[in-house]
């Protein structure tokens, strides 16, 4: 049996058709050796699917080997691949847990091919990776639907390529700045709850507020400030799109001195305050 847990469809505002269209994503569970897709039977050649595994295992064959797909593994591939097949194997002793979404447009198909052909189809992320966490958050959110952007979905889909080529690129000697840089991003997806200034998240990490920022933008080409603001701003946006939660209250729970502040920051990253963002894009559970 195939069981679609939670997830989210996406509505594209003003759509560009060179842009990736984020369709959706989703957390599925599957528990039935009757679970089986090959490129061979599809022919929708500008849709694209990365899948990751939360749990259990799963099996990928690219036409030539076949691999596991443990827990932090997933693949990507263009639908009308004729090379590829995934299944659930017969011999499973437990459900395969799997984070999925898909996106289409000529392009970004024409990319994943070209990820293919240099570096395979098999990836592995942290589950404390910031691409990862922010599909997941989606799918707790509890919305069923949402409007974003063409910028927006955009920007999902080449933050998820970027991570996974990062992966590839990265190999078992990487730096000590690279190892801390990962380790920064994982405590700032996980500590997304709560308060974290750079000088907390230098502290978690044992490091000076200096060294800590020359390391982080080396690696990722921003600031730690930058980038933990730019995961506030996410999930402001996500609660702004399901919840009633006061805009005071949200900008307090941030960490920021005030709601002006808030607002301020929200509306030059976004182009909207908080509140025109929630009269756009909220949707009841």
């Known amino acids: 049996m195939l069981q679609h847990n939670s997830g989210t469809v996406f509505e594209i505002e ?12 989703y957390v599925s569970t ?31 064959c690219d036409g030539k080997t076949t691999f596991d797909l443990p827990p932090g593994t997933g ?11 995934y299944y659930y194997p017969e ?8 984070l999925w979404c898909s996106f289409v447009s000529k392009p970004s198909a024409d990319m994943v091919s070209a990820i293919n052909r240099r570096w395979g189809y098999i990836f592995e992320l942290k589950p404390s990776s910031a691409i990862i966490s922010q599909m997941q958050a989606y799918c707790n959110s509890g919305l069923r639907s949402a409007e974003i952007s063409s910028v927006e979905s955009c920007a999902l889909v080449m933050e998820l390529l970027s991570a996974l080529v990062r992966s590839q690129e990265q190999t ?24 974290l200034t750079v000088e907390q998240l230098a502290k978690m990490l044992d490091v000076s507020r200096e060294h800590l920022g020359r390391k982080f ?7 730690p400030y930058q980038y933990i603001l730019n995961a506030k701003i996410e999930r402001a946006k ?18 920021f001195s005030s709601a002006a502040q808030f607002n301020n920051v929200f509306k030059k990253m976004t182009g909207a305050t908080p509140n025109a963002y929630r009269r756009m894009h909220f949707r009841r559970k």
């Not at 003003?14 to 994503?25: D, H, K, V």
Request: charged content about 20%.
């Open 14 to 25: 003003n759509q560009l058709p060179e842009l990736p269209a984020l369709r959706l994503i």
């Open 30 to 60: 599957i528990d039935d050796a009757t679970y089986y897709w090959t490129g061979g039977k599809r022919f929708d050649g500008n849709i694209c699917v990365f899948q990751y595994t939360l749990s259990g295992v799963g099996k990928f």
């Open 75 to 85: 693949f990507l591939l263009n639908h009308s691949d004729p090379s590829y097949s």
């Open 91 to 98: 011999n499973a002793t437990e459900p395969w847990r799997v």
């Open 172 to 195: 078992g000697h990487s730096e000590p700045g690279n190892l801390m840089s990962d380790r920064a991003r994982g405590i700032i997806s996980e500590n997304g709850h709560r308060l």
């Open 217 to 223: 933008r080396q690696e990722t080409g921003v600031s």
């Open 238 to 255: 996500l609660q702004l799109m399901s919840s009633a939660t006061p805009v005071k209250l949200l900008a307090d729970e941030l960490g």
